[in-house]
């Protein structure tokens, strides 16, 4: 974020009903993602600060959508930029470490590239968590943890009162056990354990902020889905640090408005998000 | 489960270490664990009422992992039993929309089978569900949603007290509202949305079967992780219907307690155990 200086987590969500005209009608659907989502990499590493490739876009493009996956995140990484990557996995004992290798890259065969971090679902508290921590040891990743989502309906589970107030306060309070064990080994004060928290509930967004003080935010929500840059403020630290805000089809798709180049049109995006976001900090 | 007059889930979890020498040590670990699945499933289809893929297993074979899944998966249905393909996707939108597509095997280009069931994770709410729902519609698919899960740190989150009951028992008004709407396409009066709640919580089980009247369950925790025919008994409707019980490990390497060739083992394992299940239904 400080190098870059960017808050800007570029979602890459490669939807081929959405992909520009020449890439929609590509007879092979994989190798058009790889082509989309690179020439977005290269148009918009100038004013990001990570990526984030969506893992069901490239499992719909079986059988090389992962493949396409890993040629992505190589790419990325060779922009110099840190991939989040975005599977929202959950299980238990020796099945989630197997998810945490596969999500990671850490394959038995065949790596190419390795994502620094992922994404992962806490319905089934710490056994589902723990052994991704382990691996995020072994590798220097980290995960961020779904706490408040972003979805008109994250409240049928997440908002439920408790005694130790609502479910989400309670994710919240395990992301802080889980970070505090994990230590701080990055830079800025930060563990390598993160959580999602939605741009688009701002108060709680505001609120989550001060339970998780080790924990880095991964704000989905800008944009497409409704929320704008004084809605993500709260989400940072004194520094103007702590967070990354995720666009994914607002700027993937930005062309579909502006009839530019997709690349032109989605470096236009990102910039401008970018600023947005820098006015807003303290 | 009446034509097989079997309860019997069989997981089939390809972990490498644990494979029979031979595939252990094979340099293809993606063929090495076909051949394993496959002969579990030729080993145990007698006993079986369905089958059950874990993802994280075959994701972990990557680059030919996914090829891995869809081999097995095609096995098994031509051994004439349901597939539930053990995934724990969650995700919004036109992103569970994609999720659905790649788990059901709707692939875009390559599809070779398709499975009979996913499993979801409710944590987003009806937004990260419906959109399963609606691939089940179109091809006659079911999902079963996480509600109880059967390891020791699930009431981090799913024991919660709320002003409605626990949090899984709202998950669980969530699944019969899904279940209602999805109506009773299948036999027996059951819906296409299913609900997972572990064996290892027998009372929940029991209160959990009366919640979800239009619901099969998928109950792991049998064996391995330690319940026993007794602890899932309250799964089951009066007909003894309504429940399928799930083991891996308990099936697949039982070689390793007895000493025998692997699928003989698991034979001995998987017929064990539908006996012993059906002894205890009403």
Redesign the interface.
């Known amino acids: 974020m400080k190098a870059a200086d960017s808050r800007v987590c570029v979602g890459l ?1 490669p ?2 009903d959405l992909l520009p005209p020449h890439l929609r009608e590509a007879p ?3 190798a058009a993602a790889v082509e989309f989502c690179t020439g977005i990499i290269d148009a918009t590493a100038e004013f990001a600060a990570c990526f984030k490739p ?4 490239f ?9 396409a996956l ?1 040629e992505v995140v190589s790419y990325a990484k060779t922009a110099g930029l840190p991939v989040i990557f975005d599977c ?9 470490a ?2 945490a ?3 990671f890259g850490l ?5 190419t590239a390795q994502a620094d971090a992922v994404t992962v ?8 968590v723990r052994p991704f921590l382990e691996v995020c040891d072994e590798i220097g990743g980290g995960v961020f943890v ?1 706490v408040k ?1 972003s ?8 908002d ?5 107030g609502r ?1 989400y306060e ?2 919240a309070a ?1 992301v802080n056990e889980w970070a505090h064990e994990a230590g701080r080994p990055g830079a800025c004060g930060y563990s390598s354990v993160g959580a999602v928290v939605g741009a688009t509930y701002p108060e709680q967004l505001a609120a989550l902020r001060g339970l998780m003080p080790e924990s880095i935010l991964l704000v989905p929500g800008y944009g497409a889905q409704g929320a704008a840059a004084r809605d993500v403020a709260a989400g940072f630290d004194a520094d103007g640090l702590g967070a990354v805000v995720n666009s994914s089809r607002g700027i993937l798709y930005a062309y579909r408005e502006t009839g530019q180049d997709y690349r032109a049109a989605a470096a236009e995006a990102a910039r401008t998000m970018r600023d947005e976001i820098n006015a807003v900090l303290h």
């Open positions: 969500d939807q081929p092979d659907v994989a969506q893992a069901a876009y499992e719909a493009l079986a059988p090389d959508g992962l493949a890993w929202k996995r959950n299980d238990i004992g020796s099945t989630a197997a998810y290798r596969a999500c394959h038995r065969q065949g790596a679902n806490p319905y089934l508290g710490s056994d589902g779904l989502t979805n008109p309906s994250s409240g049928e589970l997440q439920l009162s408790t005694p130790g479910v309670t994710t395990l």
